[in-house]
């Protein structure tokens, strides 16, 4: 397999560190937006609102940066003497980056998309649907759970807590 040289491999570290800082910092500006709306009056505003917190998602930086991820990991994996499953840290991390994409996709997402269609057509009646109040309550809850366990991953990849597998297999 293709191995990258030093100077590559920085600028794929840069490439990974600014799909972090989009995917956490995404996920931290939508639980903000979910605060403006507080003191709304206008059902239009809070369908802006929603409007903004499924595009800042979708298009601008949360799943590009989930995938943006994804991708520079795989190629760190694959490109580097890394590997995919020779550190307990990074095996972490593979399991944490495809659970938050799967929980985002199937959870998150139709919660999100839910909560804008609800608005689009209820207007400031939505906040008295009950199916508008349960998507805005397990999107804020999951979604700040969710940016947690990314900030976890931060530190885990930082620290790099647990030896090689392959020196615990070799000393046994």
């Not at 560190?17 to 239009?44: E, M, P, Q």
């Not at 919660?111 to 999107?139: D, F």
Request: glycine content about 12%; aromatic content about 12%; hydrophobic content about 50%.
């Amino acid at each position: 397999m293709f191995k990258l040289q030093a100077r590559g491999l920085k600028w794929l570290k840069g490439l990974h560190l600014i799909a972090v800082s989009c995917w956490i910092g995404g996920g931290v500006a939508l639980i903000l937006l979910y605060f403006l709306k507080d003191g709304v009056s206008d059902g239009g505003v809070l369908y802006g609102i929603n409007q903004s917190i499924h595009h800042v998602d979708r298009c601008v930086v949360v799943i590009p940066g989930a995938f943006g991820c994804l991708i520079t990991g795989l190629i760190f994996s694959s490109c580097s003497n890394w590997g995919f499953f020779r550190h307990g840290w990074m095996i972490l991390k593979w399991i944490v980056t495809l659970v938050a994409i799967l929980f985002g996709t199937f959870f998150l997402g139709p919660w999100e998309r839910a909560m804008m269609h609800i608005s689009g057509s209820l207007g400031m009646s939505s906040l008295s649907s009950q199916e508008y109040l349960y998507n805005e309550k397990m999107n804020v809850i999951f979604g700040a759970l969710q940016v947690l366990v990314l900030l976890m991953v931060v530190f885990i990849s930082i620290l790099k807590p647990w030896k090689s597998i392959r020196s615990k297999k070799a000393a046994k």
